[in-house]
């Protein structure tokens, strides 16, 4: 009995290590219909811990089963994964769609005066709420659900999904405000490392709160003030 009692304080003491200690490495690769896999981002949601795939998709992130890894690329669909026990005893293969937008030929006009208020879609005054946003709100809408989802740890999870959903826009505002040539040639940030970049600025709070103002030339000097620090850390790497 004493020796059963042993086995399973040092069982739970291994697993609580583990917890905190941000799992054990899992290794990876993503599968998916393009040569454009370098530099895909893979996140794991519980712990915030985050890196971007090497050449030909390879990856290597801390995990433990149970933790949702999110996998981010401006030309592939996101996707979501819980892991399983399964999943760290081989090589986890990870298989992603390419995102592929066709359109004719589009005019477009700008009408300042229509808006969904005033087209009756949506009521004066509604907050409009982003996916995750809408998930936390459902978590948290009734006494029971709110306790329950408390409880279980999805409420801080759905938060957390949030903060990484707020990061992503911020690099697609990026992304759609300068192209891959700004970055090499202006800020003088080497082409392996221009991903990473974008995930650096975005983790800055102060930079950010300029990202929002969506005002171009402030954008820029905090572009420069960064990207100075961030050759100089990967300098230092080097």
């Known amino acids: 009995m004493k020796i059963k009692l042993c086995l399973f304080f040092i069982l739970a003491a291994n697993i609580v290590l583990a917890q ?10 993503i599968n998916a219909n393009t040569i454009d896999l370098e530099g895909i981002y893979v996140i794991n949601l519980k712990t ?14 801390a995990a433990i089963p149970g933790d949702t890894l999110l996998f981010s690329a401006i030309h ?22 390419s995102r592929i937008t066709s359109l004719k030929e589009v005019v477009v006009k700008r009408y300042d005066n229509i808006n969904a208020v005033d087209m009756g879609i949506s009521p004066s005054g509604m907050k409009h709420r982003t996916p995750e946003e809408r998930k936390l709100y459902t978590a948290t809408s009734t006494a029971g659900d709110a306790l329950l989802n408390f409880m279980s740890g999805r409420t801080a999870m759905l938060k957390k999904e949030i903060v990484v959903e707020g990061k992503l826009s ?4 990026i992304d759609n405000m300068f192209n891959e040539d700004y970055f090499r040639k202006t800020l003088k940030i080497p082409s392996e490392y221009v991903k990473g970049f974008k995930y650096y600025i975005v ?3 102060r930079f950010t709160s300029i990202l929002k103002s969506k ?6 000097f ?9 050759n100089l850390i990967i300098s230092d790497e080097k």
């Open 20 to 29: 905190e200690s941000g799992g054990t490495a899992l290794n990876g690769k």
């Open 48 to 61: 915030e811990k985050s890196t971007i795939t090497e050449k030909d998709g390879y990856f290597s992130i």
């Open 76 to 97: 592939l669909k996101e996707i979501r994964v819980v892991l399983e026990k399964k999943d760290f005893q081989t090589e986890f293969l990870v298989k992603m769609e």
């Open 170 to 173: 911020f690099i697609d505002q």
């Open 203 to 205: 983790d800055n709070e």
């Open 215 to 220: 005002n171009k030339t402030q954008i820029e």
């Open 222 to 230: 905090g572009m420069v003030s960064l990207a100075e620090k961030y």
